[in-house]
């Protein structure tokens, strides 16, 4: 069932709020965000005090990726059934309760518990999804842009804590290192509640680049969860979905999953100290801001298909190379790598999203839901994995050099997808097929 969000407002505001609303949902992304990178810095410090292995903190880290992507569809439909807000402080919250409540971890169950249930559950509610969600609703034009500077919030509020979280776990410790991240998790949260609102017409304007004459997209209400199942129902009966969720998941693998979790475990074993390495992955955050937003420029601009193809082929060059790039220092090959990675870490987003968006029209956002969740898959099984590869080889150079060979298979997938057959939505009853 749908029922009219109410009269299209007519107000033309010199500065639009859809703008702080964005600017809004980027700080709670970095909030979100800011544990997910934080157990790169941390596997050695918990190590050294309980002596727990790599492959038990892998995971965790990879139960934590797993749940942050299952999440992700159902938050969408959340979001629209009881309001963006909501859904976002709690999600805040729910991180803030697992970086906080890992401080007292004795064994290393509670680990999977705070690390692994707690914070998945907490940053999947705040995945990429939300920031879809705001770019669709809030923005007729300059979406693509929008989704870029979002996306680039997510991923940098990993990269950009993680030398501070490096200095306080080799300094004061790793118990305020966590308790630093649960305080701005829980800082966003006010602000989130003063700013964020679900729809444009609750500010009586129009979204930014619609003209009078424009009606506002019915609000759909029901089963959160049974609109993400159909989602996914109707969505896997499609080549287009399965291209799009192979290729997102071995991005996934290969940001979250291989260099997110386990650059800095890998640079430690090279010699190199853990805030030298967490200041690189701050640095490729830094990058990823440019990446990402130019990502998102360049897609209204171009096919996504061929952007997606470069990127992979960018990213798996230099994981075939990263093993002969470290080293105990920092030298201008390994500073190139970081640009490189920094530049094409999350670009792949605004592309992706994009072609959901294409493809399955007013429920493109759901499927990119679905699709995120597999990106999500793609970095749990890469986290664990390589943590194995680790623990067996004592080197993580297989690890690397596998990822390089997934990309090869993203360049495939991404250009067999065909963007302008748009399908025709199915009803909520019965999904149909082509």
């Not at 050294?48 to 880290?61: D, H, K, N, P, Q």
């Not at 518990?113 to 034009?141: D, E, N, Q």
């Not at 990058?287 to 997606?308: H, N, Q, Y």
């Not at 499927?367 to 194995?388: C, E, I, P, R, Y």
């Amino acid at each position: 069932m749908t029922s009219s969000t109410g009269p299209a407002p007519v107000r033309s505001p010199r500065f639009h709020p859809a703008w702080a609303v964005a600017a809004v949902a980027f700080l709670a992304l970095i909030g979100a965000a800011g544990f997910r990178a934080a157990p790169g810095a941390l596997m050695v410090p918990l190590h050294e005090e309980f002596g727990w292995s790599t492959s038990i903190m892998s995971l965790a880290v990879s139960i934590n990726l797993l749940l942050f992507g299952l999440t992700a569809p159902f938050a969408a439909a959340l979001m629209d059934r009881f309001g963006i807000r909501q859904v976002v402080a709690a999600a805040l919250t729910l991180v803030a309760l697992g970086a906080g409540g890992s401080v007292f971890m004795t064994a290393s169950w509670q680990l999977l518990v705070f690390w692994g249930v707690l914070i998945g559950l907490g940053t999947g509610s705040m995945a990429l999804v939300f920031a879809a969600t705001i770019a669709t609703r809030w923005f007729h034009k300059r979406r693509g842009l929008v989704m870029g500077m979002l996306t680039a919030g997510s991923a940098t509020g990993q990269l950009i804590t993680l030398p501070l979280v490096a200095h306080l776990a080799d300094t004061a410790g790793w118990r305020q290192a966590s308790l630093v991240i649960a305080g701005v998790a829980l800082i966003v949260v006010p602000i989130v509640w003063v700013v964020m609102r679900d729809h444009p017409h609750e500010r009586g304007v129009l979204p930014y680049g619609a003209h009078e004459g424009y009606e506002p997209p019915a609000t759909v209400t029901g089963s959160a969860f049974r609109r993400a199942v159909n989602g996914l129902t109707f969505a896997a009966r499609h080549k287009a979905f399965w291209a799009l969720a192979g290729a997102f998941a071995i991005c996934g693998a290969t940001t979250n999953g291989l260099i997110g979790v386990h650059f800095i475990p890998s640079a430690h074993d090279h010699g190199m100290s853990q805030t030298t390495a967490a200041g690189l992955l701050a640095a490729v955050g830094i990058f990823d801001i440019a990446g990402t937003v130019a990502s998102g420029w360049l897609t209204d601009k171009f096919d996504p298909r061929i952007l997606l193809a470069l990127y992979y082929g960018f990213r798996g060059v230099s994981l075939m190379l990263l093993p002969l790039l470290l080293s105990a220092t920092v030298h201008p090959s390994m500073v190139l790598f970081v640009v490189i990675y920094g530049l094409d870490w999350v670009a792949t987003v605004p592309p992706t999203a994009t072609l959901c968006r294409e493809i399955f029209g007013e429920q493109g956002t759901i499927v990119f839901g679905w699709v995120f969740a597999s990106h999500q898959v793609g970095a749990a099984m890469a986290a664990l994995g390589a943590g194995v590869i680790r623990d067996s080889f004592g080197t993580y150079t297989y690890a690397w050099w596998a990822g390089a060979v997934l990309c090869a298979i993203a360049v495939v997938l991404s250009l067999v997808v065909r963007p302008h057959r748009k399908i025709a939505p199915a009803p909520v009853a019965a999904m149909a097929t082509d």
